[in-house]
């Protein structure tokens, strides 16, 4: 049947049950009579839109001070209203919006909300991402929850250098995928390497990223796209298996793998030397960091010999089919790099004066939650936590602590290590003259 139009159902006054009766379709009391049913078929999508994944992810920790915010939605969105009030970043220790700049992206059917930060976020700090009720879908299903996900930053800053920013000549110096002997497995109408000015990473105030479009020949046993960097002062960047390699990744949430691919035993140079970085698998739309560090993450399979040797350089992007997911896509790259970890350290004169404390996190929480406090100078510490009628669950600390910043973890057992129950829990810090609580709730 077609979606939204009118149609009637008839069962003529002939029809009879098993027996031999004839229906009463007209419900007169009577036998015979025709059954009509007038009715009209609803719109394609009758459901709202659902949030298919976030970045950062819900409780997540150690998050990098600028991150990119994307909600990813398994359609597209109505754009004929304006969605930037329905997303709101919330730095949540005094809740104050954080500035920024918002984009939406539709990626084959479906569609990415980014919002990128105008300055650092706080360290060892917890922010909210909330998306308010009342985005809709283009047939008008409308989100009629507010919904929020909270993430906590780490206390590391990045020294970036720069390998490339993508901003410009790549013709120059980036091979198309076609010029290396290495790609294989494709369609070479499908297959491609340009600039785009439409989609770029507005958290560095990009203008240009790298298009990778590409489409998979699945009658080949092999699929690869090496987009090689021939030359250029990007060519002269040169590190060591001490570093992370950055870039900005847009997804078409496809499926397939993406990788970094480097030179190592410089200035030795040899196909053997090439080693490469382990897939990361492309199950995102919209932009995402995606980071390699050398020394922890280790290298995927290719021609070298799995092991990061000596200086290095960077060598191609490459991207490969998996099997059973998507034959045709394209992808973004933008804001290239290598960086050191810095670690923001406390100064002395950034102690608290005074006791404070703070919000636990996350909250509302399932399996366990953090409560932080500080410290002004070395104190008595009594950390408890009650149910909602008052009596003690559990004493969390109860001796001396140094001056600084403190978390205790709770994972929702009470003295003797049984689990509680769902419900709304009361910690409370007691310091000398100093008390004060807090409210959490533990879900189930």
Known sequence: MEFETDYTLTILDEAQDMYGHYIDG?????????????????PADMIAPDIVSVLPPNVAQDVEILPIINIQFDELLNTEIDLSPYLFLERFQDHSEVPGEFAYYPVYGRSSICYFPDENLYPNEVYVTRLFSGLMDQFNNMIEINHSFSFQTGNMDIAITEIDDLEGNMDDYWWAPQSSG?????ITDSTWMQPDTQIVNLLYGSNHSMEIGYG?????NEWLVRVYLSGGAPRDVTFNDSKTMQAYVFGDGSGNGFRFCVDDNLPTTSSSNHEVSPWYPIDWIGWKLISWDMDVDGTGDWIGDGTLNGTMRFDSFQLTYTEGQSQFGRIYIDDFCIVDNVFLAVESQDLPSEINLGNNFPNPFNMSTEIFFSLGKQRPIQLSVYDILGNKII?????THQPGEHRVHWNGTNHYGSPVSSGVYIYSLISNNYKKSGRMILLK
Not at 395 to 399: P, R, V
């Open 26 to 42: 007209d419900e007169n009391g009577n036998s015979g009579g025709n059954f009509v049913l007038h009715f009209r078929t609803g």
């Open 182 to 186: 290495s790609t294989t497995g494709i």
């Open 216 to 220: 998979w020949n699945l009658s080949d």
């Open 395 to 399: 004493d969390l600390a109860n001796d």
